[in-house]
């Protein structure tokens, strides 16, 4: 018998932590997962799913923007090195994506972050927030050798992604008329993580069981 078939499954989605949310308006929780090579077909499912000009209405050159955005951060990137994390909201409805690579000893840099609404024209609150909050909280318990974080905004970018980073603790490096380079150090993802953490508290949990994403969420938006 060959065991390794045996302990083979066709999924690797882990549950890696909760965005606990608490806004006078809104109390609720976000789930984060960390992909892997074999879910990428759910999120071959989940671009075929997701209609953005349905769910929410947007100007034409935003959303040609918006859908190239949410189509990097929905491929599965595990042969080239980079990590896939998906967030859903409490009724287990995807509402965010977002893939990092450490592409030195001491840097990690995210490729891309998009987040879209659950339900067709609600936005899901703090979702891009508490993902990129999820993923701090992971690689600062996990890495203890890398010294900081990098990602490029498109400065005329939907929902004013540039200054949501700096609200994320990011600074300006550089860039150009287009895109914003920025950057932020390990020490300061720690302060960020304690400055929201009255309404935004990543509770983790790193389980080591496999999830079967087409079991536990839904994608008939």
Known sequence: MNCNNVSKVPFEARLVSRANIKLPSNVTHYDIYELGEEDASFLIKMQNA??????????????????????CATTMGSSFGLKNFLIAN??????????TKKYNPNQYKVWCLCTWPAEVG?????????????????????DGSFSGMSIEAVRD??????????DLGFSHIGGDEYNANMSISRDKMAKILDKYDDIVHIEEINSVRRVNLDSVLDISY
């Not at 899901?124 to 909050?133: C, D, E, W, Y």
């Open 122 to 142: 609600k936005r899901a609150v703090l979702a891009g927030k508490s993902l990129m909050l999820g993923v701090y909280k992971k690689i600062l318990n996990e």
């Open 50 to 71: 997701v209609d953005l000009k349905r769910l929410y209405k947007v100007p034409l050159d935003k959303l040609r923007n918006w859908n190239a955005l949410f189509e």
């Open 90 to 99: 409490e009724m287990g409805r995807p509402c965010g994506a977002l893939v």
């Open 157 to 166: 970018g939907l929902f004013n992604p540039v200054k949501r980073y700096l």
